[in-house]
C-alpha cells in the first residue's frame, strides 16, 4: 500500500497491539491517548501485518467489517472497513464441527457470514457485484470470532480498523458452487446458542448483499494497488448481530440449504 502522512508512531502502536495479541492483555483505546485518524489506523494495521509475517503469519485473505447500517451510524461512518485474514486463527471444521479454544481470546463475540473463494483476480476501480460472483469459485457458511484488543470494546472506528477490523479468527462450512447460483441478498441464517435462536439474519444485512460487499473490497483494495487473488477467501461481513461467547457455549449456524455448522468453544 502507499505511504500516506501519518501523525503517530505507526510501528510503536503496531507492536503494542501484537503484545496484547500474544498476552491477551487488552489495552486502552488508542484514539483516547494517540489521536487516530482514520488513515492513521490503516497504516497502522498494515504495520502490524508486516510484524506478524515476520514472525511466520500469513494471509489467506480479507474480512470485512460495519457492513450494517446501524453499526456505521454508530461508528459515525458511510462505509465498512476491512482486515486481513490471518492463517493462525483458521480453525478448520471437521464434519461440521470445531472446538475453538477460548483461551485464545480477549472477549470474543461471533457472527454469521457468508464467505467467497474467488477463484480469479478481481481488482478495479468499478468491480460489480456480479464480476464478484462471476470471479467467485465457491461460496459457503462462515463464523467470524470478532475479538477487540482494546479493553471492554471502546473503540471508535479508528480502534477496530487499527486493530486489524477487530479479527479474532474464523471457521468456514463446506464450499458450494450451487450457492453462486442464489439470491445472496434474501438468503436466511440462524444462529442458535445453546440450544436457542438469537439471530435471525438475511443476506441483505451485509451492504445491501454479500456480492456488494465483495464489490466494495475490491474498489478499496484497488485504490491502494492491491487486488483480490485467486485463492484468497473473504468473509463478507455478518448477516446479524454478533453474539459474545464464553467457555462451554455451543453456537449451530444454519442457512438455507446448506449444512448446519457446530462451533463450541472449549
Same mark, same amino acid.
Given at each position: 500500500?502507499?505511504?500516506?502522512?501519518?501523525?503517530?508512531?505507526? *510501528?510503536?502502536?503496531?507492536?503494542?497491539?501484537?503484545?496484547?495479541?500474544?498476552? *491477551?492483555?487488552?489495552?486502552?483505546?488508542?484514539?483516547?491517548?494517540?489521536?487516530?485518524?482514520?488513515?492513521?489506523?490503516?497504516?497502522?494495521?498494515?504495520?502490524?501485518?508486516?510484524? @506478524?509475517?515476520?514472525?511466520?503469519? +500469513?494471509?489467506?485473505?480479507?474480512?470485512?467489517?460495519?457492513?450494517?447500517?446501524?453499526?456505521?451510524?454508530?461508528?459515525?461512518?458511510?462505509?465498512?472497513?476491512?482486515?486481513?485474514?490471518?492463517?493462525?486463527?483458521?480453525?478448520?471444521?471437521?464434519?461440521?464441527?470445531?472446538?475453538?479454544?477460548?483461551?485464545? $481470546?480477549?472477549?470474543?463475540?461471533?457472527?454469521?457470514?457468508?464467505?467467497?473463494?474467488?477463484?480469479?483476480?478481481?481488482?478495479?476501480?468499478?468491480?460489480?457485484?456480479?464480476?464478484?460472483?462471476?470471479?467467485?469459485?465457491?461460496?459457503?457458511?462462515?463464523?467470524?470470532?470478532?475479538?477487540? @484488543? !482494546?479493553?471492554?470494546?471502546?473503540?471508535?472506528?479508528?480502534?477496530?480498523?487499527?486493530?486489524?477490523?477487530?479479527?479474532?479468527?474464523? !471457521?468456514? +462450512?463446506?464450499?458450494?458452487?450451487?450457492?453462486?447460483?442464489?439470491?445472496?441478498?434474501?438468503?436466511?441464517?440462524?444462529?442458535?446458542?445453546?440450544?436457542?435462536?438469537?439471530?435471525?439474519? !438475511? +443476506?441483505?444485512?451485509?451492504?445491501?448483499?454479500?456480492? *456488494?460487499?465483495?464489490?466494495?473490497?475490491? @474498489?478499496?483494495?484497488?485504490?491502494?494497488?492491491?487486488?483480490?487473488?485467486?485463492?484468497? $477467501?473473504?468473509?463478507?461481513?455478518?448477516?446479524?448481530?454478533?453474539?459474545?461467547?464464553? @467457555?462451554?457455549?455451543?453456537?449451530?449456524?444454519?442457512?438455507? +440449504?446448506?449444512?448446519?455448522?457446530? !462451533?463450541?468453544?472449549?
Amino acid at each position: 500500500m502507499p505511504e500516506q502522512q501519518v501523525s503517530v508512531d505507526v *510501528r510503536a502502536l503496531a507492536q503494542c497491539l501484537d503484545d496484547a495479541w500474544e498476552n *491477551r492483555a487488552p489495552i486502552a483505546p488508542l484514539t483516547e491517548s494517540d489521536g487516530l485518524t482514520v488513515e492513521d489506523a490503516y497504516a497502522v494495521q498494515s504495520a502490524w501485518t508486516e510484524l @506478524r509475517l515476520g514472525k511466520g503469519e +500469513g494471509i489467506v485473505g480479507r474480512k470485512i467489517g460495519l457492513t450494517s447500517k446501524g453499526m456505521q451510524e454508530q461508528m459515525g461512518v458511510d462505509e465498512p472497513d476491512y482486515g486481513s485474514l490471518w492463517a493462525s486463527r483458521y480453525f478448520p471444521a471437521k464434519g461440521g464441527r470445531v472446538e475453538l479454544p477460548t483461551d485464545t $481470546f480477549v472477549e470474543p463475540r461471533l457472527e454469521g457470514e457468508i464467505a467467497f473463494l474467488i477463484g480469479r483476480p478481481l481488482s478495479g476501480p468499478s468491480v460489480t457485484p456480479q464480476e464478484v460472483l462471476a470471479a467467485t469459485e465457491a461460496l459457503a457458511v462462515a463464523v467470524e470470532v470478532v475479538d477487540s @484488543r !482494546v479493553v471492554d470494546w471502546r473503540i471508535k472506528l479508528a480502534d477496530t480498523i487499527a486493530d486489524n477490523a477487530s479479527y479474532g479468527g474464523f !471457521v468456514l +462450512g463446506p464450499w458450494s458452487r450451487s450457492l453462486r447460483q442464489e439470491d445472496l441478498r434474501t438468503l436466511g441464517m440462524l444462529i442458535h446458542h445453546n440450544g436457542s435462536t438469537v439471530v435471525e439474519g !438475511v +443476506g441483505a444485512a451485509a451492504l445491501g448483499g454479500p456480492a *456488494r460487499a465483495v464489490a466494495w473490497l475490491a @474498489r478499496k483494495l484497488h485504490s491502494f494497488g492491491v487486488a483480490l487473488a485467486p485463492g484468497d $477467501f473473504v468473509l463478507s461481513g455478518s448477516l446479524g448481530r454478533a453474539v459474545p461467547a464464553n @467457555r462451554g457455549d455451543i453456537f449451530v449456524l444454519e442457512a438455507h +440449504g446448506q449444512p448446519p455448522l457446530t !462451533v463450541a468453544f472449549g
